[in-house]
């Protein structure tokens, strides 16, 4: 079975500064989606960012990016120019493309933004 | 509609009495998911739906919940004889279709929270 861990439940960071989220994953499978999921006070799960696990170039969307290290396992989440608005709990989580499309979820990093 | 729907936002149960939870996922999604999400945990995956069929129900806890979509659009998930273990933050989630040579977004809903008393 896939597992995904965050061992950071909190983070900090100030405002316009850099941070980032640590995820590792377990998987035997050589087909699947990474994701970073971001859930503010008011409960809805926004997408953040993905990853295919076939492609080596790590995905950036804006102020956010992506280090994957396939062979490691790991799928880290870099938050350039904090701001504000990004504080919330982040979830990274895994979705096989050999089964359902269902999401499994790491427990939960909790960034707070300092101004 | 604009997203996904859920209601009631949030539900107050005796133990041992049953509960509906709906979900209106976006207009003309194929796929559709429940995720149970207790106090400080990230989301579990409860059960999958395409269209009007429930191809994965393998994450549900116990006989007492069962989902259904009757007619591929609108689903219900109803907890028996709920229990304080069930108190948690239920989400749904709809996307387009399954299509391996394509990601298709899962959007969330609001999700409705449940405390069982």
């Known amino acids: 079975a896939q597992t995904v861990t965050q061992s950071q439940p909190e983070m900090s960071v100030q405002e316009a500064e850099t941070v980032t989220l640590s995820c590792t994953y377990d998987?035997?499978?050589?087909?699947?989606?990474l994701f970073w999921y971001k859930q503010p006070p008011s409960r809805q799960m926004i997408l953040v960012i993905r990853q295919e696990a076939y492609k080596q170039q790590n995905a950036t969307e804006n102020r956010f990016s992506v280090n994957f290290q396939k062979a490691a396992k790991s799928f880290s989440l870099k938050i350039s120019d904090s701001q504000l608005g990004d504080a919330a709990m982040y979830f990274c989580a895994y979705r096989s493309n050999e089964d359902t499309d269902k999401l499994i979820f790491g427990t939960g990093t909790r960034l707070q933004v300092f101004p | 509609g604009a997203g996904v729907s859920q209601s009631p936002r949030y539900k107050v149960a005796k133990r041992g009495q049953d509960v509906a939870l709906r979900c209106d996922p976006i207009s003309g999604h194929v796929s559709l998911f429940w995720y149970q999400q207790a106090l400080g945990q990230g989301p579990e995956f409860l059960t999958y739906?395409?269209?009007?069929?429930?191809?994965?129900k393998s994450g549900l806890p116990s006989d007492r919940f069962f989902a259904e979509r009757p007619e591929g659009s609108v689903s219900t998930l109803k907890i028996q004889r709920t229990q304080q273990e069930d108190s948690a933050v239920y989400l749904c989630?709809?996307?387009?279709?399954?299509?391996?040579?394509?990601?298709?977004?899962?959007?969330f809903g609001p999700g409705t929270r449940l405390t069982v008393l």
């Open positions: 739906f395409q269209n009007e069929a429930q191809l994965d």
């Open positions: 998987t035997s499978e050589s087909d699947y989606y």
């Open positions: 989630a709809s996307s387009v279709h399954r299509d391996r040579e394509y990601y298709n977004e899962q959007f």
